[in-house]
């Protein structure tokens, strides 16, 4: 099946510095990657859309200046959360349409971040 | 808004057993549903999924049933095994692409 994966894993930052996510599809192409966010016991929110080439597309009350996404390619997307504070630790997961597949979503395994 | 619910927050099982996963959607309009199991620290991982068209639709081991009428969705798993602990998300896709997550169920498998 199609494999999605996230690097880091995990990751422990100081309040104020950026942190990279990305997030790649290894054996199809993905025109189209989301990235969401989960806190503790709680469900997966969506917070962008990305399409490969052209800017992300935003859930309301996600602010783009300070998440930002970069899909260059068509395996990879990256999440930056830039000047992370406490309230951005969190478990963020992302997932990869393949081209051929039409709606089905490969998630990756997720990325914890923990801001100090 | 549109939302995709559940009716259970936690369901315990006998191993063995069956489970049923409830799920209840709002938006007469979806089309297609989607069961998604995650276990602890993991991303979510498919496990089946349906279309309006459809009533009911057979994997290895789970069952899906799609009540139009109502807005219900089930997730049947048979003979739960250990394995099977984790929370179970429905999802829909809303509009072209968006995936909307109901909030989970988690079933524990008692021995």
């Known amino acids: 099946g199609a494999v999605v994966s996230q690097h880091p894993s995990w990751v422990i930052c100081k309040s104020g510095t950026s942190v990279k996510i990305e997030c790649r599809s290894l054996?199809?192409?993905?025109?189209?990657m989301f990235w969401y966010r989960q806190f503790p016991k709680q469900s997966l929110m969506l917070m962008a859309t990305?399409?490969?080439?052209?800017?992300?597309?935003?859930e309301q009350g996600v602010e783009k200046d300070k998440f930002l996404i970069n899909h260059a390619s068509l395996t990879l997307s990256t999440l930056t959360v830039t000047s992370a504070h406490p309230e951005d630790s969190s478990f963020y997961i992302c997932?990869?349409?393949?081209?051929?597949?039409?709606?089905?979503?490969?998630f990756g395994p997720g990325t914890r971040l923990l801001v100090l | 808004g549109e939302s995709v619910g559940l009716h259970l927050p936690t369901l315990s099982v006998q191993e063995g057993d069956n489970s049923i996963i409830n799920c209840a959607y709002s938006n007469s309009a979806s089309d297609y549903f989607i069961w998604y199991k995650q276990e602890s620290g993991k991303g979510p991982q498919f496990i089946i999924d349906i279309r309006s068209n459809m009533d009911k639709r057979q994997g290895q081991r789970v069952t899906v049933l799609l009540n139009k009428t109502v807005k219900h969705l089930s997730l049947q798993i048979a003979a739960t095994q250990p394995g099977d602990s984790a929370v179970y998300f429905c999802a829909e896709i809303q509009g072209a692409q968006k995936l909307v997550f109901g909030q989970g169920t988690r079933l524990t498998i008692n021995p």
């Open positions: 990305s399409n490969e080439g052209s800017k992300a597309t935003y």
């Open positions: 054996d199809f192409q993905a025109t189209t």
């Open positions: 997932s990869a349409r393949d081209v051929g597949q039409g709606e089905t979503q490969y």
